[in-house]
């Protein structure tokens, strides 16, 4: 398990290039409670707007967020989607577009329509044309000078124009003659247009189009890829399949079956983006096949349980590694916290906090932490530092390390993360990780609890959680004196 978080760490700074179809990805959330009167249809209540973006962009975003950097090359129209689609790219960190205007065809733009975490219409706008010759050239000037200091290419076809047979044989060509591998995420029924590929990606779909075998048994899923692999003359095959996994075709001819990582399924927009990216990024830092997809197969399961075209942090794929293996896939610092955070939250859940020594567990922290819990959809817990507990609690305490009481703490089925924090306060946490909900005991008022202030100026809750009578670790700690004494 370490050596695969060594390739997840190794994955900071990695450059890659992203060629092919750009889209902007348009949210627009709100809610709908009525069916209209004019027809039997749901009445939606627009209430903000999200872009982002999309396609290939959304290949580069993922990138960007596992660490990487991305070189992102498409082509846009000449319209305020276009424009918006720059202005998405640009506010993207780890992220440089290249993108040819041309005003022949619209920009794509996928219109999103969510209430209550729930995609109710998805509206496209799109052309779809062959680029003319000289924004192709344009777009091949970029490619050439971002390949010289790239470590894979990785060409992203959603079928709107930019990858033809032709731009793909030549993309491909100039990444073979520098020595890069080049991963391709198909769209066409024909995959032998991919040829040159070193990596092809196709979805269960894809797969089962092109060769005409059915893709739900892992049997048949491996007869695909070693189908494709000698269709295409692509040496490595892996068919992403949804709820039924991954299929592998290595290079070497072994077929490979995973099962999928995924807990909870919100929403699959993008969820092929984030594993070609994932994939790529592996395999550019010389990792084997079989860890580049199951880490990207652990980066899709990921996705899917958030709302949106979403994206996958190193962090979070660290912590995949450890989940359910060991409670330490639960313990992260201050900036791992504070992305878990906005990542729950932005899947729509609710993140509550709740802080304290917690040096001995007892029935009062259990009742304190359920009643936390039931508060929201997430609960993360900050635990005063060795140090912090020996300025509040004297020299003798605590009666176990921070690192013991965060394992323990991290094991109980309420707890989502643990988070330890070195202040005497956990002001510094919850301003950081900006929670929705704050909970303390009923032993505090509402408006002496630390950082409330901070949570309801974001529009959130503080809540006081009823005490459980007799109950105290420093009673406890006394007690257990005492009867040594004896």
């Known amino acids: 398990m370490s050596r695969r978080n060594e390739w997840i760490d190794a994955f900071a700074g990695v450059k890659l290039v992203v060629f092919g179809d750009v889209m902007l990805d348009r949210y627009t959330f709100g809610d709908c409670n009525r069916i209209s009167p004019e027809a039997p249809a749901p009445v939606f209540l627009a209430q903000r707007v999200e872009e982002m973006v999309g396609g290939a962009g959304n ?9 990487g950097r991305a070189a992102l090359i498409g082509a846009i129209g000449d319209d305020s989607a276009g424009l918006a689609l720059i202005a998405a790219a640009d506010d993207t960190a780890g992220l440089t577009a290249h993108l040819a205007r041309t005003d022949i065809a619209r920009t794509a733009v996928k219109n999103r329509f969510i209430a ?14 062959d680029l003319p010759e000289a924004s192709t050239e344009a777009l091949f000037a970029h ?35 520098r020595g890069l591998p080049v991963i391709t995420d198909p769209k066409s029924r024909d995959l032998a247009r991919y040829r040159g590929a070193t990596v092809l990606t196709p979805n269960a779909k894809e797969a089962e189009e092109a060769t005409g075998l059915s893709c739900q048994s892992d049997a048949g899923a491996g007869e695909a890829a070693a189908l494709i692999a000698g269709q295409t003359g692509c040496p490595v095959v892996v068919i992403t399949r949804g709820p039924q996994g991954m299929t ?43 860890i580049a997809a199951e880490l990207a197969n652990r980066a899709a399961g990921i996705v899917v349980g958030k709302v949106g075209t979403a994206t996958v942090s190193a962090a979070e794929l660290h912590r995949s590694l450890h989940a359910g293996n060991t409670a330490s896939g639960k313990i992260a610092d201050l900036t791992g916290a504070a992305k878990a955070c906005r990542d729950w939250q932005a899947s729509g859940q609710r993140c509550v906090f709740t802080n304290g020594c917690f040096d001995l567990l007892h029935p009062g922290h259990v009742s304190l932490l359920a009643f936390a819990r039931a508060q929201g959809d997430k609960l993360i817990v900050a635990i005063n530092s060795d140090a912090s507990v020996k300025r509040l609690k004297g020299p003798d305490r605590p009666v176990q390390n921070e690192h013991a009481r965060a394992v323990v703490m991290a094991a109980l089925r309420d707890v989502d993360l643990v988070v330890v924090f070195d202040e005497d306060t956990p002001l510094e946490a919850i301003t950081a990780i900006q929670p929705d909900v704050l909970v303390k005991g009923a ?17 959130g809750n503080v809540v006081l959680a009823p005490l459980l009578d007799g109950h105290s670790t420093t009673a406890a700690i006394g007690r257990a004196g005492r009867h040594a004494d004896a």
Request: hydrophobic share 50%; aromatic share 2%; glycine share 8%.
């Open 143 to 177: 490619l050439e000078r971002e390949l010289e200091d790239a470590a894979a290419l990785i060409l992203s076809d959603y079928g709107k124009g930019v990858l033809s047979r032709a731009t793909i044989a030549r993309a491909a060509a100039l990444a073979h003659a």
């Open 443 to 459: 032993d505090y008022s509402v408006d002496a609890v630390v950082g409330g202030d901070v949570v309801t100026a974001r529009g």
């Open 248 to 290: 592998v075709r290595a290079a070497d001819g072994v077929i490979h079956h995973m099962p999928t990582a995924a807990r909870e399924v919100f929403d699959v927009s993008g969820a092929g983006d984030t594993v070609v990216a994932a994939l790529a990024l592996a395999l550019a830092c010389k990792a084997p096949i079989e």
């Open 59 to 67: 290949v580069a975003r993922n990138i960007a967020s596992l660490g």
């Open 116 to 129: 209550k975490n729930q995609q109710m219409l998805r509206v496209d706008e799109e052309d779809i044309v």
